[in-house]
């Protein structure tokens, strides 16, 4: 009788399995009692192992030498300097990458350039790659948040060899502050003496990289280093009412961020008399910025300096990134911004309320005509990050002899006990990193000038390799206001930060 085709097939996978059993025992067996078989397999597995070691570093090197290319590229490329040039260049190097990356994985490496250089113009960069995480090839991807990450290690690097300067008798030491969940030593930078210093010594003086008043001393104190306003000295704005100077020095430093932040109310009123007995419909239009004035009525309102700061950072950092590209300035890590500065503090997190999204819907409201591309850069993230550095970094301006007879703002900031009051804050690139002790303090931080111009003076012997300590208050934190080493992002930039740190640590 014969066989049926099912039947044939089970007998078939019966010899089979029965084939690769024998095998296993025979194998099995010869592991056991064979020396020389062990000594083989043990030879051809370490064969195995050590080409695969050598394949996975060639694949890194051969990623390194491709971050290398590219950047080079990069840096002889000659990036647009206007808002208009930098948007076509964007939109043209983004299409270019698009199109590389559609003729498959043999394009990819070619379509890291373009996408690299959309990056160098994008005015914010993490929010770029948010979108590049979703949008182009993991490959790619990977490629430019490793360029990033050696990028930002090499510009952090750079900031720290060369900020304070020898000249200072500073530098920014690592001071540990114990350790992490995971056991790792926390670090934070603090001054530290390079040199000695004697009692009595002025260590520096320096002015702030923006500062304010409380808003209600508007007009009685100097507009832009806070002090008080003489009256014979007085200089006024010619477009607005809001503020006062307390020279035509001070009214042109304050120029690069007034300009953006003039509410140009006495224009109307030059107009106001100007067209008395013209016709309704000949009368000029009202030049005055509603948006300004909304925004500075809410500051006095309630009693807020904070986003009058940032307005204030924001506007001189538009005008300083100007004057940097009429210049012409390289951004080659040997010069760094106010935003390299503020960038490298550390800050409270801060969660966001209904008072801070109104500020930010003001803030954006005031700038956005007259800063092309301001919406993409001030995130709700970045403002109250920058919030955050002030609440954790300003230090309280104190120059008036007796109490001020209006209302003060109630933000933090770091207050001394000089014995004079507080008529606003100021936020310093050095002073920033002088460590807090009320016991094993050193110098002593005044205002000799009676503006906002501060002065670190040694208040005892100061041996090199000391930090610099001295006392004023700390801002509370509270579980919505926690120090950055606890911040809770969002789980889309905590995946962004760590592939960034990630990628710090192949590089190092």
Known sequence: MPLQSKQVALIAAGVAVTAGVGYLIYFDQKRRSDPSFRKQLKKERKKVAKKEKVEKEEAEQSVKDLITQVMQLAAQETLPSTPEEKEKYFMAQVAKGEALCSQGPTAYQDAVVPFYLALKVYPAPLELIMIYQKTIPEPVFQILVTIM??????????????????????????????????????????????????????????????????????????????????????????????????????????????????????????????SVGEPEDQAPEDPTDAKVVTFRDYAREHKQMYPLMIAEFLSAMVTEETERTQRGDADDNKTFTSWDHVDRFRYLDIQPTESTNTEIELLKNLLNP??????????????????????????????????????????????????????????????????????????????????????????????????????????????????????QQSEEKQEIAENLEEKQEIEQ
Do not use: W
């Not at 690097?157 to 030491?173: D, I, W």
């Not at 430093?253 to 953006?260: D, F, N």
């Not at 000038?449 to 670190?456: S, V, Y």
């Open 370 to 487: 007259k800063v092309q591309g301001i919406s993409e850069f001030l995130s709700d993230q970045i403002y109250l990050m920058l919030k955050g550095k002030l609440l954790y970094n300003a230090y309280a301006i104190e120059i008036a002899e007796k109490s001020l007879d209006v209302p003060v703002s109630e933000e933090h900031s770091r207050a001394t006990s000089s014995g004079k009051t507080s008529v606003g804050a100021g936020l310093y690139k050095l002073a920033t990193y002088i460590g807090q002790s009320d016991d094993a303090n050193n110098i002593k931080v005044v205002f000799q000038d009676n503006n906002h111009q501060l002065t670190a003076i040694a208040t005892k012997s100061i041996a090199k390799g000391d930090e610099i300590k001295t006392s004023y208050t700390l801002p509370v934190s509270s579980t919505s206001e926690k120090k950055q080493d606890n911040a």
């Open 149 to 274: 990450a050696k990028e930002q290690n090499n510009r952090v690097n750079a900031f720290y060899e060369q900020f304070p300067g020898a000249e200072t008798g500073l530098t920014l030491g690592e001071i540990p502050v114990g350790t992490n969940a995971e056991g790792k030593t926390v670090i934070r930078r603090g001054l530290v003496a390079e040199r000695d210093f004697a009692e009595g010594d002025v260590l520096f003086t320096e002015a702030p990289l923006v500062s304010a008043l409380f808003p209600a001393l508007e007009g009685l104190y100097c507009h832009h280093c806070l002090k008080f306003v003489e009256e014979e000295n007085k200089t006024t704005c010619g477009d607005c009412d809001f503020v006062v100077y307390c020279s035509k020095a001070c009214q042109e430093q304050a120029t690069g961020y007034h300009k953006y932040l003039c509410s140009k109310n006495k224009v109307e009123k030059k107009n106001d008399e100007e």
